[in-house]
């Protein structure tokens, strides 16, 4: 092997090994970086843990979420009783729907294109005809 070829093998490992301590110290800040953030975030838990042991002492056997959905099913029950009353079904609609979020997945809505154009979809909730009342 002549002596360039060789001088080009050992640039070439001096690159490599070069790239591999940028790498590796770059990993190691990153994981310090997340280190510390993590850290900063543990340190706001015992301010959550105080206000909900506030909440324990003056509210026993509170369930935030319980009771929302405790609400939401009596507003549920009134609309019921009301069907052509639009604010006392959204009421309901959006009662069940803030609980939803802590007891479901959430849905998203994706854009779908085809050949360059865009198919839109639409949902329509129709509040004036309710399953099972008379029909």
Known sequence: MSAVAEK???NHLETRRKITKERESALRARASKEASDAATKTRKA?????LLLLLEDR???YQ???EMASKAHRLSEIADSRPN?????MDSVNAHEKVAKYVTPQLKAIDLTSGGEQIQFG???N???VPG???
Do not use: E, H, T, Y
């Not at 009353?85 to 079904?89: C, E």
């Open 133 to 135: 009342k008379g029909a």
């Open 59 to 61: 509210f026993p056997n």
């Open 85 to 89: 009353d639009s604010i006392a079904q």
């Open 127 to 129: 509040l004036a005809v």
């Open 8 to 10: 080009d093998q050992v």
């Open 64 to 66: 935030p979420v319980l």
């Open 46 to 50: 015992p301010q959550k843990r105080a």
């Open 123 to 125: 949902f329509q909730l």
